[in-house]
């Protein structure tokens, strides 16, 4: 059993095509408008002007995949009136269908997206990390499908230590607000975070 | 910009009316030496006011069956703590309303005081939950100013109606246009509050942007129009009810004429709907 899971993003691979949403969708059976795990798509760029006054640009664009990093310090948990939002012993942040009011405080305050309200049943769902696939000794869904093997999940440390400790670029949040789980290795056009450069081209999709 | 959070927006605007009226009324009771006969519909309408409020805050819920549970986080989550503030401040005036409606001049001051404190009490921690660090345009004073003006604004011109309705024809005594005075002073001074919160709003939106969208583009768009009639319907509502609470005065009469004074209630209660309205629609948070 992992004790702190993390999940790894390679932007450099991430080619966008959005299989670990599908992958995730289906193997939770999500109704129509609940995504866990979303892929945001960042654009930007703008003339730039040459040495030798012509001008070029710096148009850049690339995709991040992410669900619930699964915090160190998850501000659902710490919203949620019901307690139904919990930080279990396996690390993993999930809600207790039994308690949760649908109140979506959680949903509010969560700055990655990750509590995604279902309307059928009136609560709170939200990635479970393939819980039930973890204890078959199986990858997460959206890590398994991944074509371009961008994904990567397990222990924070041992990713750490394969990846290094990023967990920002733009437009991901301050991550000393929540402490996420949450590993990314950058590419070339990644701007860092806080940066203005871009903007999220793809919002009604996620 | 218009948010569908129509529950919220009336359970906020009738729990922080129901704490002005108790605040200004039995603070009047209290501190000016008003007469209860002239005061005795008040905290009773108050009551009234905030469990519809409570109710209506049921329909905001996915699973209200549920809401038992909404009071097991009082150690972290501030929307715990708001659930169980306004209980606590209907279950205070729910009994004051019983011991007005039996003795309309009965002291209860120890009660009263309390009644108040859980009021003003309850408004800060519905300011709180609105407090979240990942949405920066809630995330300012401006939200506690908003809330509180709204307190003393609607809950002031409630008081003016609900006195004219129980005030007709009534003689007036030698208290009877201090009480008036009062909810003029209150109605002013939560319009001033109202302002600072509006200027400190604009300001809180100018410097953010979720997804690309800057905070302002959303007013400038879509609700400038709006923002104009929601601050005129405001200063023409507080206007109104002060002038009529004047010449009330000057004629020595117990209570604003029951006309100007529905106009005035209608007016400030639209503005402060398209207010709210507002507020949850420029719900913008950071990260993705």
Redesign the interface.
């Known amino acids: 059993m992992l004790k702190r899971p993390a999940f790894h993003i390679d932007i450099s691979r991430c080619t966008g095509c959005k299989t670990c949403m599908i992958a995730c969708i289906d193997k939770h059976d999500l109704p129509l408008g609940v995504m866990w795990r979303r892929v945001i798509e960042y654009v930007g760029g703008e003339w730039v002007e040459r040495p030798d006054d012509t001008y070029t640009q710096n148009v850049f664009s690339y995709y991040l995949s992410v669900s619930c990093n699964h915090c160190q310090n998850p501000i659902c948990v710490r919203s949620c009136p019901t307690t139904a939002m919990h930080k279990g012993e396996d690390g993993i942040v999930s809600v207790d269908p039994d308690k949760c009011v649908g109140c979506r405080y959680c949903e509010w305050g969560c700055p990655y997206s990750a509590p995604q309200y279902n309307a059928e049943i009136g609560k709170m769902t939200k990635c479970d990390f393939c819980r039930d696939y973890l204890q078959e000794g199986k990858e997460p869904a959206c890590v398994a499908a991944c074509p371009c093997r961008a994904l990567d999940f397990g222990e924070y440390e041992e990713l750490a230590a394969k990846y290094g400790e990023l967990n920002i670029v733009a437009p991901l949040p301050d991550p000393n607000i929540t402490q996420p789980n949450l590993i990314v290795t950058p590419s070339k056009y990644a701007k860092p975070g806080g940066s203005k450069a871009g903007k999220i081209s793809n919002p009604e999709e996620v | 910009m218009f948010s569908s959070d129509w529950s919220l927006v009336l359970f906020t605007i009738l729990v922080q009316s129901a704490v002005g009226i108790v605040v200004i009324t039995e603070g009047a009771r209290l501190f000016s030496g008003a007469k209860g006969a002239t005061l005795r519909l008040q905290t009773p309408t108050a009551c009234v006011l905030t469990a519809l409020g409570l109710v209506l805050s049921l329909t905001?819920?996915?699973?209200?069956l549920?809401?038992v549970?909404?009071?097991?986080?009082l150690g972290?989550?501030?929307?715990?703590r708001e659930?169980l503030s306004v209980s606590g401040f209907f279950a205070a005036i729910l009994v004051l309303a019983v011991v007005r409606m039996r003795d309309a001049e009965a002291k209860a001051a120890p009660l009263s005081l309390l009644a108040m404190v859980l009021g003003l009490f309850a408004v800060f921690v519905m300011t709180k939950?609105y407090l979240?660090?990942?949405?920066p345009v809630w995330n300012t004073v401006a939200t506690a100013f908003s809330f509180y003006g709204t307190t003393l604004l609607a809950g002031a011109v409630v008081c003016g109606v609900i006195g004219s309705i129980e005030n007709g024809g009534k003689e007036c005594g030698e208290s009877c246009t201090s009480v008036t005075g009062l909810l003029c002073v209150f109605a002013q001074l939560g319009l001033a509050l109202k302002f600072i919160a509006i200027v400190l709003n604009m300001v809180a939106l100018s410097n953010v942007?979720s997804?690309?969208v800057s905070g302002l583009d959303i007013v400038a768009s879509e609700g400038l129009t709006v923002l104009v009639l929601r601050i005129a319907m405001i200063c023409a509502g507080v206007g109104v009810f002060t002038w009529f609470g004047l010449k009330a005065m000057g004629a020595k009469q117990l209570r604003v004429a029951m006309n100007p004074a529905l106009c005035a209630l209608a007016l400030v209660m639209a503005g402060e709907i398209i207010d709210r309205l507002m507020f949850y629609g420029t719900?913008m948070?950071?990260?993705?």
């Not at chain 2, 905001?60 to 209200?64: E, Q």
């Not at chain 2, 948070?285 to 993705?288: A, E, K, L, S, T």
């Open positions: 905001h819920l996915g699973t209200p549920h809401s549970f909404t009071i097991m986080n972290n989550s501030w929307l715990s659930i939950v979240l660090e990942t949405v942007d997804l690309g719900y948070r950071i990260g993705i």
